[in-house]
């Protein structure tokens, strides 16, 4: 049964391109999260989605920032103009909806964006 | 809405000494409560987790976490450190809205 698979695993990126990170939940499970680390940082949750919904993105950035799970496909997160600032390691993961899930959340490996 | 507060950015013991890492939730609903560990340049593995029952609950490689509901905790123990538990540990509170939200993290230090 495979993981959440996130790639790449490390993206580097000039000033002002743009960052796409993708997540392929674990098989059966319609509930991504996106969650943010900084350097010697804790984790910030960022964005919850459904297939094809937006559910809470109380942690995105208002600008330059998107998020996308379509109804095929991986969730995508997207930077737009990157800034040093956005160097992270980017986090996601992955929950069914059904009870025997236990809501727990299981987590990819991480992709880690260096801007420079 | 949920959240969690972890007392203790860092944490130092002694190999074989007690572990003892401090968790403290906010929610409105019932919660479910999770511990994970981060090995450096890795993704978050679950150590251990509450929903309903028994309140005292036994993870991975010796950890168990106690639900105090009268005090909002979810602190997490392990009777005797080894070196192998140096690494980030987060606490983590889902809410009735399929949500989760981390505490700021521990990061755990094993002195030899």
């Known amino acids: 049964n495979a993981g959440v698979m996130q790639n790449p695993r490390h993206l580097v990126r000039r000033r002002g391109q743009e960052a796409r990170l993708r997540c392929s939940p674990m098989?059966?499970?319609?509930?991504v999260y996106w969650y943010r680390q900084l350097p010697e940082e804790g984790l910030k949750f960022m964005v919850y989605?459904?297939?094809?919904?937006?559910?809470?993105e109380s942690g995105m950035p208002k600008e330059r920032f998107s998020a996308e799970f379509p109804k095929e496909g991986p969730s995508i997160l997207r930077i737009q103009q990157v800034v040093r600032g956005d160097s992270a390691a980017y986090f996601c993961a992955s929950s069914g909806d059904s009870p025997h899930s236990g809501n727990t959340i299981y987590f990819g490996e991480g992709s880690w964006l260096t801007v420079v | 809405a949920q959240s969690v507060t972890q007392l203790g950015s860092h944490v130092s013991v002694s190999e074989g000494a007690l572990v003892l890492l401090r968790c403290n939730y906010s929610?409105?609903?019932?919660?479910?409560l999770f511990w994970y560990v981060q090995y450096p340049n890795q993704g978050l593995q679950l150590l251990l987790k509450y929903t309903t029952g028994a309140t005292l609950v036994k993870g991975i490689n010796g950890f168990e976490a106690e639900f105090k509901k009268s005090e909002t905790s979810f602190h997490l123990t392990k009777p005797s450190a080894h070196m192998s538990d140096a690494a980030e540990y987060f606490c983590?509170?889902?809410?009735?809205?399929?949500?989760?939200?981390f505490g700021a993290g521990t990061r755990l230090t094993v002195k030899p």
């Open positions: 983590a509170v889902r809410g009735g809205n399929n949500d989760m939200r």
């Open positions: 929610s409105s609903v019932p919660p479910y």
């Open positions: 098989k059966g499970h319609s509930h």
């Open positions: 989605l459904q297939k094809e919904n937006i559910i809470d």
